[in-house]
């Protein structure tokens, strides 16, 4: 006779970017096995695998395409399923700001932590009186590259490849360019002409984009001083 199988709860949440509720499960112990094993390799490839083939395992609703998710969705998935693998609470080690040495703990309810929209938001780009850009999202190679490339010196390299990344078309009135049929060497050449204030504009689209983010309350066990801390992305909430 068989042994019997446990059963797995059933979890449901919104994905920010479209309101669209779907259905999932927490990680099961052979997952989290494949994940630890992809993070201690410190193999971007490795992790990128991992994390994309355990989301798909864990995201019940059908027809998700995990590849084309903006970040936020990716990271605040990944948070819930991850929080309901290991409980309600996540405890977040934290350095106080008003020393900025001291280290405490502090536990956070998973469901208070939501992704935080802009409304000056915009993927809407004005170069100048004819060129439009349309931006998309970071892909999951790119929320990859942000909470666990080890080897990430954020340089301004890596700034061009991230922002060639996510232009999703250039147009006037009467042409478009669609990025994809681009190559990456044409877009950063079109980045390097513009002038201080037109890339300024494309910061902005990602300095305001939607981001997962919690403001907490920190006390200094020292020095009794109470701090508030702002956790922005994924790997925050895992420190």
Known sequence: MPLPKPTTPIYELELPSTGESIKYRPFLVKEEKVLLIALESEDTKQITTAIKTVIKSCILTKNIKVESLPTFDIEYLFLNIRGKSVGEEIEVNIICPD???????????????????????????????????????????????????????????????????????????????????????????????????????????????PKLSHKIKVTNPKTEVESEVVLEGLASFFA
């Open 99 to 209: 020393d900025e040495e001291t280290n405490t703990l502090v536990k956070i309810d998973l469901d208070s932590i939501k992704v935080q929209k802009n409304e000056d938001h915009t993927n809407q780009i004005k170069i100048d009186s004819t060129i439009m850009m349309e931006m998309k999202y970071p892909s999951l190679e790119q929320f990859i590259k942000t909470n666990f490339d080890f080897k990430n010196d954020n340089t301004m390299d890596q700034s061009f490849d991230l922002i060639s990344s996510c232009i999703d078309k250039i147009y006037t009135e009467e042409e478009v360019w669609i990025a994809a049929d681009v190559t990456k060497k044409e877009l950063i050449d079109f980045l390097e002409q513009l002038n201080s204030s037109q890339f300024k504009q494309i910061e902005k689209f990602f300095e305001t984009m």
